[in-house]
């Protein structure tokens, strides 16, 4: 029942797994409203593979689908690109470090780094989650700092995430 602002990031922007579809509208949400989880829990520190971590299990399982049921039958998967393993076809996924540079990105949104910034439900500024791996360490994952900064963090330790999706 409760009501959660996205933001439209990208227009034909992604790959569709669909090829029947032509046009397509990416949004992700504005803010953080998940709890907290880690990318990973394998071994001492995680694992920072987006296709088999635990974090995208959880955002492609019946109990998140079931809190955007709504949602869902309007959206498609999309393929993703990963730096660390293989393409992965997602309903719902994280954006990858390379999507949040304005020098990189795919999406008009994250052309003003600002729009990194996003906002936990106490108003403020909070770290969050991308798909991207570390390369030089397996258990090193990016995420995106309260001031916009992205950088890496173990993959076992637990940040919110705004997760994306993609209608068509």
Avoid at 72 to 83: A, F, M, R, W
């Amino acid at each position: 029942g409760e009501v959660i602002q996205h933001d439209i990031i990208g227009i034909d922007a992604e790959k569709l797994v669909d090829k029947s579809l032509e046009h397509s509208i990416t949004i992700q949400m504005h803010d953080l409203v998940m709890e907290e989880r880690p990318f990973d829990t394998t071994g001492d520190y995680g694992s920072n593979v987006w296709e088999t971590s635990e974090l995208r299990k959880y955002l492609q399982s019946e109990e998140f689908r079931e809190r955007y049921k709504k949602l869902i039958p309007y959206l498609t998967k999309v393929v993703k690109e990963n730096n660390s393993g293989d393409d992965t076809e997602d309903l719902f996924f994280l954006l990858s470090a390379d999507e949040v540079d304005p020098k990189k990105t795919p999406y008009k949104y994250y052309e003003d780094v600002t729009n990194r910034q996003k906002k936990n439900a106490d108003g403020e500024t909070d770290y969050h989650r991308l798909r991207s791996a570390y390369r030089g360490y397996s258990c090193n994952a990016w995420y995106v700092h309260s001031s916009g900064y992205v950088g890496t963090s173990y993959a076992v330790n637990a940040f919110r995430c705004a997760p994306a999706c993609t209608i068509a």
